[in-house]
């Protein structure tokens, strides 16, 4: 089970986008988070290709996503500490 879809992440992507150009047409100031947004794409993807992985790997797999997870929650406090 993949739990970012290609689907799911144009959803992101469309509502990411919709909310800076909303920010910038309200003139709300809201900082591009360039490179934070990048990080946060990539580990959508890591995790999605670590749940496609074999479950054998002796508990490896299992806290790479939980790690992978606990990143994603931290890049996402970061973006939004920033706004």
């Known amino acids: 089970m993949r739990l970012f879809s290609r ?8 509502a990411t ?7 910038l047409t309200t003139g709300t100031a809201m ?10 794409n990539d580990l959508y ?4 290709e ?4 074999a479950t054998n790997k002796g508990g490896h797999r299992d ?4 790690l992978v997870n ?8 970061g973006i939004a500490y920033a706004h």
């Open 70 to 77: 606990e990143a994603i929650e931290q890049v996402r406090a």
């Open 63 to 66: 806290e790479a996503i939980r």
């Open 31 to 40: 900082a591009y988070q360039g490179h934070m947004d990048n990080a946060l």
């Open 45 to 48: 993807h890591a995790r999605s």
């Open 17 to 23: 986008g919709f909310m800076v150009i909303g920010g």
């Open 7 to 14: 689907s799911n992440l144009r959803k992101f992507a469309f």
């Open 50 to 53: 670590l749940v496609a992985a």
